[in-house]
């Protein structure tokens, strides 16, 4: 099941698209051991993500998701679309040897960096197929500038899918419409493992990103639950 767009204030997608994140993570809130291992989804819960996949314009991850896990990001157990993936890498990191690379003339693969980033590995991704986009000159990859960009060139929808970095400062700045998490009941543990959202925190309860409950239902053996954004 692919549940409906939440109704969210239309101005704000004047400027960026909708933005769903989506997490499979274990009951103690991790999304991957502390060895980089994240596949934690029932197999009910992934075709309900690859559903949603099917049904976005972009699909888009952190680089460190793409250094540990080198994910495809394509659509698999259903029919459907493959979404334009978007990378968010601003030194471009990214391996000429990922995935997401080695396909990039069969699927659109966006790879966002800054002004930083090495011209050699920026030409050696163009060179693969990669749209390399430059978002600001800053550190990081600029997201309202890449958000921005991406809804110019048509993707009004995205899902993010992680890792915990790319999620809090997505969420932590305001550019996340909803969240939905499938909950595996597993207790994985770990200091130093990834969880949902990670970056800075807030160091107040009522600095909080806060959320309202939407809905859940059970998907095989996880829990996933559906949260919109309380601005
Ligand atoms: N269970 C799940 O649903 C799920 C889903 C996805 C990932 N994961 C797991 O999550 C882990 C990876 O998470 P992660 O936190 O290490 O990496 P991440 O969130 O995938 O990527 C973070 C990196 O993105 C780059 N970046 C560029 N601009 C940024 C910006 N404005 N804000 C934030 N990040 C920016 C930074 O590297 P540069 O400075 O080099 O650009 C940053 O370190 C992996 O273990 C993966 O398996 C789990």
Same mark, same amino acid.
């Not at 305001?174 to 499938?182: F, L, M, N, Q, S």
């Not at 959202?197 to 807030?202: C, L, M, P, R, T």
């Given at each position: 099941? %692919? !549940?409906? *767009?939440?109704?969210? &204030?239309?101005?704000?997608?004047?400027? $960026?698209?909708?933005?769903?994140?989506?997490?499979?993570?274990?009951?103690?809130?991790?999304?991957? /051991?502390?060895?980089?291992?994240? $596949?934690?989804?029932?197999?009910?819960?992934?075709?309900?993500?690859?559903?949603?996949?099917?049904?976005?314009?972009?699909?888009?991850?952190?680089?460190? +998701?793409?250094?540990?896990?080198?994910?495809?990001? *394509?659509?698999?157990? %259903?029919?459907?679309?493959?979404? /334009?993936?978007?990378?968010?890498?601003?030194?471009? $990191? +990214?391996?000429? *040897?990922?995935?997401?690379?080695?396909?990039?003339?069969?699927?659109?693969?966006?790879?966002?960096? +800054?002004?930083?980033?090495?011209?050699?590995?920026?030409?050696?991704?163009?060179?693969?197929?990669? &749209?390399?986009?430059?978002?600001? &000159?800053?550190?990081?990859?600029?997201?309202?500038?890449?958000?921005?960009?991406?809804? $110019?060139?048509?993707?009004?929808?995205?899902?993010?899918?992680?890792?915990? +970095?790319? &999620? !809090?400062?997505?969420?932590?700045?305001?550019?996340? =419409?909803?969240? *939905?998490?499938?909950?595996?009941?597993?207790?994985?543990?770990?200091?130093?493992?990834? /969880?949902?959202?990670?970056?800075?925190?807030?160091?107040?309860?009522?600095?909080?990103?806060?959320?309202?409950?939407?809905?859940?239902?059970?998907?095989?053996? =996880?829990?996933?639950?559906?949260?919109?954004?309380? /601005?």
């Amino acid at each position: 099941m %692919v !549940w409906e *767009t939440l109704r969210s &204030n239309p101005r704000k997608h004047d400027k $960026r698209p909708y933005v769903l994140l989506n997490s499979a993570m274990s009951v103690d809130g991790k999304i991957a /051991t502390v060895g980089g291992e994240s $596949r934690l989804s029932s197999p009910a819960d992934l075709k309900r993500v690859h559903a949603i996949r099917a049904s976005v314009d972009g699909i888009m991850v952190g680089i460190g +998701t793409v250094l540990v896990d080198d994910p495809k990001l *394509t659509v698999k157990f %259903v029919r459907g679309p493959n979404p /334009t993936r978007v990378i968010v890498d601003s030194r471009a $990191r +990214t391996p000429p *040897t990922a995935n997401v690379v080695i396909s990039a003339r069969q699927v659109p693969t966006i790879i966002a960096v +800054t002004s930083r980033a090495p011209l050699k590995r920026v030409s050696a991704l163009e060179r693969a197929g990669a &749209n390399v986009l430059v978002c600001g &000159n800053g550190s990081k990859v600029s997201l309202p500038i890449l958000l921005g960009r991406l809804q $110019r060139m048509g993707i009004k929808k995205i899902l993010l899918e992680g890792g915990g +970095t790319l &999620n !809090w400062s997505m969420v932590s700045r305001g550019y996340v =419409d909803e969240v *939905t998490v499938a909950i595996s009941p597993k207790i994985l543990g770990g200091a130093r493992a990834k /969880t949902l959202a990670d970056g800075e925190g807030v160091a107040r309860i009522r600095d909080a990103v806060r959320l309202r409950y939407i809905g859940a239902k059970k998907y095989g053996t =996880d829990i996933v639950v559906r949260y919109g954004l309380l /601005t």
